[in-house]
């Protein structure tokens, strides 16, 4: 699916009459005959409705019919009704409308919809991907985006979400955009967080109709579905309620290169219990490694690829789905961010419930081992939002990896690093940027810094989601993560997180809302499966292909990065595998540089500033 969203006007017109060349072009019109919805979709991936003046559609995945959509939109007072849509309407999309005039656009509080805008022939125009927009008015890279990309594990909120091409901006969280009948914009928050004062056993049944929902949009009218099935909490719950949906269900486990993970075992157990359902098992010598194919021919443009360093598996499994005639996958991305309590909430916690909050610091002391210092420390810091982001942040930059895991958090956040490759300009310049973002972004997404960090984590999922569904429908599938729908991330939220620190308890808010659908054995698993031998057997295998990425860098040429002390790395792999995850960020950022089309506006021959 790709769509342009239009004005009333004739800018917005000679908008869409730019695209008519091209094959298979969906138009929707405003009441006067303009084009008000352009782009490219299935019939199953929106639904629509007009009242008069006013129109609604639903793209995505929604059981949305056009009399109820019309129903809807009739009753609304103005735009602010939509404010309450995802609530009444289960499923992920995004919603456009119009409504007394105003064109209203408003995607997901994952991203897994997420919504970009841009002026073109001086209108308002937005989008669901950001490329597509730059193409319409040849926008170039920002190279000072560009060299935050490069922190790892990921840029720090905000600048994970900041638009890479110039002129095109995302939507903040919880907004939407308005476009006026003169094509001017404005952004509405429309989403308001629930307090977190839920008790279990009332916000575990919520969260069961809430994720119950989400999957039965996913089986609405399907008699088969596929879906992952690792035989953690996540994927197991989603296949559970998934196997009640639909005639045939088709569990898929990949097998890693970790000799001792039991995912195996746990799968099998869960497919056995399930009814209409058969387990496939990818063995790991039958699909590729991490970090094969990195250069493909088909690229997504929109930013560096998350998930560079398993795009091949990714793709050799939507090749697979499809020729089993598999359309439609689910996955139970988005689990471990809703229901692995942050450790930033334990920060909150302690301020709450004090001796509550000591008990879980000790307990998650000893299981961690955490330092005493660093975590006395972290846990008596008060520094403000904007201060972390604008300093503290960039002061730890370029510290050693390694100490990372000595306290449960850093601030707002997790410790931040920038690759031992990257130059002293690339340095310089993320430090500016985090200084100039926090000067114009002083608040966080919320108030405690437990579900500051939730939230981030959740949205950084759904990107992923996005991303990755992007990739595998060029295979015919579309991959849905249940758990970022909105209502499922709204019953997560409403949750007394309290309730869910046990040091001792897995999940204990899913195990609760699972319980009586997830047989009790598989419910009581604590194992997590690691996945670094997965990364070190890739990097062995493509360490020629890799070091050829080093000749001729792209972002060498930018002056981001020291391409001679990338080589010595991946020459020397280090025995601590932390070390090697910045490795991620600089081959997606690379790769998504020479995957540039030809004609698009290059950045500067180096980076502002630098030598």
């Known amino acids: 699916m790709r769509f342009f969203v239009v004005p009333d006007d004739a800018a917005g017109e000679a908008v869409v009459s730019s695209l008519r060349g091209r094959a298979g072009l969906r138009i929707v019109q405003h009441e006067s005959g303009r084009p008000w919805i352009a782009g490219w979709w299935r019939d199953e991936e929106m639904a629509w409705a007009a009242v008069g003046r006013r129109r609604i559609a639903i793209l995505g995945m929604a059981a949305a019919a056009p009399r109820w959509l019309a129903g809807y ?47 073109v022939l001086d209108t308002t125009v937005a989008a669901d991907r950001p ?122 486990l990949h097998e890693g290169a970790d000799q001792g993970s039991d995912d195996a075992r746990w799968a ?65 991305h988005g689990g471990d961010e809703l229901f692995h ?31 005493t210092g660093p975590t006395i420390r972290e846990l008596l810091d008060r520094t403000s939002f904007s201060r972390w982001l604008g300093r503290n942040v960039g002061r730890t930059l370029d510290e050693p990896i390694r100490g990372v895991n000595s306290t449960p958090l850093s601030g707002w956040g997790i410790a931040y690093r920038m690759p031992g490759w990257a130059t002293p300009d690339a340095m310089a310049s993320v430090r500016r940027t985090l200084r ?21 984590s959740v949205r950084c999922a759904g990107a992923l989601m996005r991303r990755t569904s992007r990739l595998s429908a060029r295979y015919g599938v579309t991959i849905e993560a249940p758990f970022l729908d909105d209502q499922v991330v709204e019953a997560a939220l409403a949750l007394d997180y309290a309730d869910c620190m046990a040091a001792d308890r897995y999940k204990p808010a899913l195990v609760e809302a699972m319980r009586g659908i997830v047989p009790d054995a598989n419910l009581g698993r604590r194992s997590k499966a690691e996945f670094s031998a997965d990364v070190y057997a890739g990097l062995r295998r493509h360490r020629d292909e890799l070091l050829e990425l080093c000749d001729g ?17 991946l020459l020397n792999l280090p025995p601590f595998s932390l070390r090697l995850m910045p490795l991620l960020g600089t081959f ?24």
């Open 73 to 119: 939109v009739a009753a609304l007072n103005g735009p602010g009704g939509l404010d309450g849509l995802s609530r009444e309407l289960p499923g992920s999309f995004h919603a456009v409308a119009v409504v007394d005039g105003v064109v209203c656009v408003q995607g997901s509080l994952s991203t897994v919809r997420e919504v970009f805008h841009g002026r």
């Open 588 to 611: 997606a950022c690379e790769v998504w540089l020479r995957s540039m089309p030809a004609g698009t506006p290059e950045a500067p021959a180096r980076l502002k500033g630098s030598r």
């Open 341 to 371: 309590p942050t450790p930033g909430y334990l920060y909150d916690l302690v301020r709450r419930r004090p001796l509550q909050g000591i008990r879980q610091v000790r307990a998650n002391r000893a299981i961690y081992r955490w330092a």
């Open 131 to 252: 490329d597509t927009l730059a193409a319409l008015t040849g926008a170039g890279v920002r190279e000072d985006l560009l060299a935050t990309r490069l922190i790892a594990p990921a840029p720090p909120w905000p600048l994970e979400e900041r638009c890479l091409w110039k002129g095109v901006h995302a939507l903040p969280p919880g907004c939407r955009l308005e476009i006026d009948p003169g094509g001017r914009s404005r952004i509405r928050h429309w989403f308001h967080p629930p307090a977190p004062t839920l008790p279990l056993a009332d916000g575990a049944h919520r969260v069961r109709e809430a994720l119950r929902d989400a999957v039965a949009v996913r089986a609405h009218g399907r008699m088969t579905l596929s879906a992952d099935l690792s035989g953690g909490m996540d994927s197991t719950s989603v296949c559970f309620l998934a196997a009640g949906k639909v005639k045939r269900l088709v569990t898929v």
């Open 268 to 332: 099998e157990l869960a497919a056995t219990a399930m009814p209409n359902t058969e387990l496939v098992v990818h063995g790991r010598r039958a699909f590729p490694l991490n970090f094969a194919g990195l250069l493909a021919d088909d690229p997504d443009l929109e930013a560096p690829f998350p998930a560079i360093r398993v795009r091949a598996v990714l793709q050799e499994q939507a090749r697979r789905l499809a020729a089993a005639g598999l359309t439609r996958h689910l996955t139970g």
């Open 553 to 569: 860098m792209r972002l060498a040429d930018l002056g981001l990065v020291d391409a001679t002390a990338l080589r010595a790395t």
């Open 436 to 456: 100039e973002t926090a000067d114009a972004v002083a608040e966080p997404l919320s108030d405690l810094r437990g579900r500051h960090m939730m939230l981030q």
